[in-house]
């Protein structure tokens, strides 16, 4: 995965691309609207939880 300043693009390989490419053509390559969606919401959900579990290790403690 790339990170850029607004965006962030995946990549992956495997062996069997150049065969699948050459039978289907370039349009099998990429995310759907559907999957990008799917995508966008573990990637937030999966971010939230993260910054929440910083912000409890790092928050002052009120005593009780």
Known sequence: MKTHQNA???DATDPKTPALV???????????????????????ETLVKQFEQKIDTYAPKEPR
């Open 22 to 44: 050459g039978k289907y053509g370039e349009e099998i390559l990429g995310l759907t609207d559907r999957n990008i969606n799917e995508a966008s919401e573990i990637i937030e």
């Open 8 to 10: 962030f693009e995946m």
